[in-house]
C-alpha cells in the first residue's frame, strides 16, 4: 500500500474504506456467477448473520476495559479464534495492542501484533502490524529482535516507515551513524507534504556525531 495515508489509522481506515466499497460487489459477482439467484439469497443471509456477529464481537471489544487483563486478553483471544482469518479478527488484535499499549502492558501488546503477523492474510495489515510491533519492541528495550524483525521484512509500499523505524532501533542502540543514513533515506523516501518530515529531520539532527554514548566531565579533586 502506498504510503500516501500519513499514519497506521489513516492506513487501516483506507482499507477498510476500501473493502467496504469493493469487497461485497467482488464476492457478489461470484457468488451470482457459480449459484445464481439462489445461491445469492442463501450467501446474503449468511454473510448478514456473520457479520452481525463478528461486529457485536468487535464492538465489545472497543467498549471492554482493560483493567482486568486477563478477561480482557481471554474475550480478545476468543474473537480472534471465532474470526481467523477475516479482517474483524485482525481489527481486534489491533485494537487489543492499542489499549495494552495504553496500559503499559508492551509484553501482551507485542504478543497481539505477533498474531496479525502469524495469522493475517491481509498482506498490508501484517506490515502495519511489524511497524507498530518495531515500537513496541523499542518499548521493552528488545532493539535487536526490533532490527532483526525489519531486516528480515519486504518494505514494499512502506520504504520511508521501516527506514525510520530503522533510524529509531539504531539510534536506541547508540549506532548513530547508520542511524542517521536510515534517517536520510527516510526523508528521501517520503511522499511531498507528509507531516514525518518534519519529525524525522529533528530526530536526525539531534543525534550525537559520535557512535559513542555520551558521558558527563568529571572533575578531580583539587
Known amino acids: 500500500m502506498s504510503e500516501e495515508y500519513q499514519t497506521e489509522e489513516e492506513q487501516i481506515d483506507a482499507i477498510k474504506r476500501w473493502w467496504k466499497e ?3 460487489s467482488i464476492i457478489l459477482g461470484l457468488v451470482l456467477g457459480i449459484g445464481g439467484i439462489g445461491g445469492f439469497r442463501y450467501w446474503q443471509a449468511n ?3 456473520q457479520a ?3 461486529s457485536t464481537h468487535f464492538e465489545e471489544i472497543v467498549a471492554l476495559s482493560v483493567k482486568d487483563k486477563k478477561e480482557f486478553i481471554e474475550k480478545v483471544m476468543e474473537v480472534e479464534k471465532l474470526h481467523s482469518g477475516k479482517s474483524y479478527a ?3 488484535a489491533f485494537v487489543a495492542a492499542k489499549k495494552l499499549v495504553g496500559a503499559k502492558n508492551y509484553k501482551e501488546a507485542k504478543q497481539q501484533l505477533e498474531w496479525v503477523i502469524e495469522n493475517s492474510s491481509d498482506e ?3 506490515h502495519l502490524a511489524k511497524i507498530r510491533l518495531v515500537k513496541v519492541l523499542l518499548q521493552l ?3 535487536t529482535e526490533a532490527l532483526t524483525l525489519l531486516n528480515n521484512s519486504k518494505s514494499d509500499g512502506f520504504e520511508s ?3 525510520e523505524l530503522k533510524g529509531d532501533v539504531y539510534s536506541a542502540l547508540r549506532i548513530y551513524t547508520k542511524a542517521k543514513v536510515e534517517y536520510q533515506i527516510a526523508l528521501n523516501k517520503i511522499n511531498p507534504g507528509d507531516r514525518r518530515a518534519a519529525a524525522i529531520e ?3 539532527n539531534n543525534l550525537p556525531a559520535s557512535d559513542q554514548p555520551l558521558t558527563k566531565p568529571t572533575t578531580g579533586k583539587l
Open 90 to 92: 485482525d481489527l481486534t
Open 141 to 143: 528495550n528488545e532493539n
Open 161 to 163: 516507515t521501516y527506514a
Open 124 to 126: 498490508s495489515f501484517v
Open 52 to 54: 452481525k456477529v463478528a
Open 47 to 49: 454473510v448478514d448473520e
Open 202 to 204: 529533528m530526530k536526525s
Open 22 to 24: 469493493n469487497g461485497t
